[in-house]
């Protein structure tokens, strides 16, 4: 039995564009930014709900295919991530939404989870996140690395779909 299995599982994916910024999405009544990402639902894989929590928060579908499998790791006492990555163009973060929603003690609302989206140096990750969210972006995965393997593998999609049409 791994140290894996006794923790609740949190999916999520890192999305990058070609400039080197990360998305990153507003939490609600909170003080941090976060990855799209959440709990994983009995019998669904760790890819099927990362692509889902993003839908949920983000308004965005990815497509498995163009996912990168990170792993998992460590992340609080109670809980490890399943992180993807993937990237994308600089979408407008004023066109994103997040769809899922928790009830507000307070104020009696149902507010959405997050409640803003930005593009971040990856130099801010500490300043904007979390401190567990910061190791885990910023001392256990080398964003830049990843970065450069997204995009040589969508370059040479991208060259292998070139031949085909010639």
Same mark, same amino acid.
């Given at each position: 039995?791994?140290?894996?299995?006794?923790?609740?599982?949190?999916?999520?994916?890192?999305?990058?564009?070609?400039?080197?910024?990360?998305?990153?999405?507003?939490?609600?009544?909170?003080?941090?930014?976060?990855?799209?990402?959440?709990?994983?639902?009995?019998?669904?894989?760790?890819?099927?709900? $990362? +692509?889902?929590?993003?839908?949920?928060? @983000?308004? &965005?579908?990815? %497509?498995?295919?163009?996912? #990168?499998? /990170?792993?998992?790791?460590?992340?609080?006492?109670?809980?490890?991530?399943?992180?993807?990555?993937?990237?994308?163009?600089?979408?407008?973060?004023?066109?994103?939404?997040?769809?899922?929603?928790?009830?507000?003690?307070?104020?009696?609302?149902?507010?959405?989870?997050?409640?803003?989206?930005?593009?971040?140096?990856?130099?801010?990750?500490? $300043? +904007?996140?979390?401190?567990?969210?910061? @190791?885990? &972006?910023?001392? %256990?995965?080398?964003?830049? #690395?990843? /970065?450069?393997?997204?995009?040589?593998?969508?370059?040479?999609?991208?060259?292998?779909?070139?031949?085909?049409?010639?």
């Amino acid at each position: 039995m791994s140290f894996f299995s006794s923790k609740r599982l949190s999916c999520g994916v890192i999305i990058l564009n070609p400039e080197g910024e990360l998305l990153l999405c507003h939490v609600t009544g909170q003080n941090h930014w976060d990855l799209p990402k959440g709990g994983i639902d009995t019998g669904e894989s760790p890819l099927a709900a $990362a +692509l889902r929590e993003t839908v949920e928060e @983000t308004s &965005l579908r990815l %497509r498995a295919e163009d996912l #990168l499998d /990170l792993g998992c790791f460590k992340y609080t006492t109670k809980k490890n991530l399943h992180l993807f990555a993937t990237q994308l163009a600089r979408v407008d973060v004023s066109r994103l939404r997040c769809d899922s929603h928790y009830h507000d003690h307070y104020s009696g609302r149902h507010l959405p989870e997050m409640d803003g989206f930005g593009w971040f140096a990856f130099a801010r990750i500490p $300043a +904007l996140c979390t401190p567990k969210m910061a @190791t885990v &972006l910023h001392a %256990r995965i080398d964003l830049g #690395l990843v /970065l450069q393997t997204l995009l040589a593998q969508q370059e040479s999609a991208d060259a292998f779909m070139m031949q085909a049409s010639a």
